[in-house]
């Protein structure tokens, strides 16, 4: 009877341990889902953003209201950006860096100083993180 017992117990925290599994896909991160399906870069989310910044940068709720609208203008300049066929890449590359400067600006003005601080250390993390990809990838592709 033990084993039986067992055997039932384990199926049921199986079970359980399953349709946690089950019930967190869906509020789980998606992009790497969406980046196999589309080849574009998919912009962040000014929510997710504003979460995240909320959450590194100890933002008040006042910093984080005002940041939020500077986050999504930022979002709707560059989708527009994205969706323009008429430009070459090397002018729209300059045209995003000019936008994401100019929102970098705006954001930074509603920081303090130890947040502007943290917040130039995290785009440094950044972009050091891009850079490793992209040699990692350039790596990659030199094996090939």
């Not at 869906?26 to 929510?47: G, L, N, V, Y």
């Not at 070459?88 to 509603?110: C, E, F, G, Y």
Request: charged residues 25%; proline residues 6%.
């Amino acid at each position: 009877m033990k084993p039986v017992l067992r055997l039932v117990l384990l199926g049921f925290v199986l079970g359980i341990a399953g349709t946690g599994a089950v019930m967190a896909r869906p509020f789980q991160d998606t992009s790497a889902d969406s980046a196999a399906s589309k080849p574009t870069h998919q912009a962040p989310d000014p929510q997710r953003q504003i979460a995240r910044l909320s959450r590194k940068l100890q933002l008040t709720p006042d910093q984080a209201a005002r940041i939020e609208p500077i986050l999504q203008n930022r979002q709707q300049q560059m989708q527009q950006l994205r969706a323009d066929n008429t430009l070459a890449p090397r002018d729209r590359r300059a045209k995003m860096r000019s936008i994401m400067q100019d929102s970098n600006t705006q954001l930074q003005a509603v920081l303090t100083d130890s947040q502007k601080q943290q917040y130039q250390q995290m785009q440094q993390q950044a972009m050091q993180r891009r850079q490793d990809k992209k040699n990692s990838s350039d790596d990659d592709s030199d094996k090939q």
